[in-house]
């Protein structure tokens, strides 16, 4: 993921402080209660990674059951792969297939809405193409978690008329995160405008924490569900992205205590060879500080001894 990367001698200079929360959390989380069973995901963005042979993934495991294995370590994705064309329902079946052959049934993905969709087209006459996407991940079935909205980085707050009435044309029933990235929406009255639009819809905010870029670290609730994209820098910095899953692991301790009910977290990379390694962590600590039950990731080789 390239997305908020700096120059590897920029790292140790940057503030990972979490912000407070935001304004429109506040009022979220005010209306709430703590709930019995809050639920927990914790997954990557892609399960191609021939990296992750004999660390995760037997050695000989061919790239068409990448996906198999993948599901046999972590209970959901933040689906990137139908991104960049329409999704195919014959596709979406066959991994339905693969995840229903290889494990329990507690699997969730989290679709991206297509580029053809909100990048192409800038959620402009786009009625048969979302109807064409929604029928495709539908083929999910009880695997279909949350779906994931990002617009494009030009995409600022003169176009809140265009994503409103898009968003309000969508099924009230499709849970749905949106992403932003033009610098102006973390701003002032459309910073406010936007997020109080996400709690009249019922549409969540994804949370994206990348080292270059502190303002989409925005921590807005306009739902009572939290999406965090997290964006580590692995390597010699392993110990660094552990320091700011910590962090997080204290926030949403505290949005918890108040009544949060569902956790998707997903573990990104600049260079995903070692991104189990960070995701383990944050299953570690989840399970030990929020009260979750996630299996941890099971290693061929003996990385546990990191932690």
Known sequence: MEFGRVAEEAINTIDFTLPPDGEQTLLTLAKLKPVANPQFYVGCAKWGRKE????????????????????KHFNSIELNAIFYSLPKEEQILKWAEQVKANTNGDFMFCPKFSRTITHLKRLKDTDYLTDE????????????????????????????????????????????????????WFKGEARKALFSLLARLG??????DA????????????????????????????????????????????????????????????????TPLIADYTIQEF?????????????ITQQRGLF
């Open 203 to 208: 549409k969540g905010a994804a949370i994206t």
């Open 133 to 184: 996407y929604i029928k495709a991940i539908s083929a999910f079935g009880q695997y279909l978690g949350p779906c994931f909205l990002q617009v494009s980085d030009n995409f600022g707050p003169n176009n809140i008329n265009v994503l409103a009435s898009y968003l309000e044309k969508l099924p009230a029933d499709l849970k749905v995160f949106v992403e932003v990235r033009h610098p102006d």
């Open 52 to 71: 992750w042979k004999e660390l995760i993934y037997p050695k000989k495991t061919k790239e068409a059951d990448f996906l198999g294995e993948y599901v």
């Open 287 to 299: 399970n030990k500080h929020l009260k979750s039950s996630l299996p941890r990731i099971n290693f």
């Open 211 to 274: 080292s270059g870029r502190r303002d989409c670290v925005h921590m807005e609730l306009p739902t009572p569900n939290a999406f965090v994209r997290f964006v580590g820098n692995g390597g010699s910095y392993l110990d660094s992205d552990k320091a700011r899953v910590d962090e997080w692991v204290v926030r949403l301790k505290s949005w918890l205590d108040q009544g949060l009910e569902n956790i998707y977290f997903f573990l990104h990379q600049h260079d995903e060879a070692d």
